[in-house]
């Protein structure tokens, strides 16, 4: 399947490709690995440039400082992952106090 990824093949029959994945050696593995990853990776660049740049336009113009879009963007996450502040509350408090963090 990995190999396909690195192809561009269709990947219709992905039992087909799942039984010609376990017939490479470790070695066809890592490099079809590697292959699907720097494809990856090169799709994502411009959207990373872009992200990249938005910060540096939301800083530049004081609309939020580095810090807020940091804490900004881990608020969302943990809103997408349906978490609760409370949640890390207990953490956060044994880390401050014992580890003298923060302080």
């Known amino acids: 399947m ?3 990824l690195s192809t561009g093949e269709n990947m219709t029959d992905l039992k087909t490709l799942e039984q010609n994945d376990k017939k490479l050696t470790r070695e066809e593995h890592i490099i079809n690995y590697l292959k699907a990853l ?11 440039e872009h992200k990249l740049a938005l910060k540096k336009h939301y800083a530049d113009n004081s609309f939020l400082s580095r810090e807020d ?3 900004l963007l881990k608020a969302y ?19 401050k106090s014992k580890m003298k963090v923060g302080v």
Not at 38 to 48: S, T, W
Request: without cysteine.
């Open 2 to 4: 990995i190999g396909a």
């Open 38 to 48: 720097n494809a990856i990776e090169q799709a994502i660049e411009p959207y990373r």
């Open 69 to 71: 879009q940091s804490r």
């Open 77 to 95: 996450r943990m809103a997408q992952k349906g978490e609760e502040l409370e949640d890390f509350e207990e953490f956060l408090n044994i880390i």
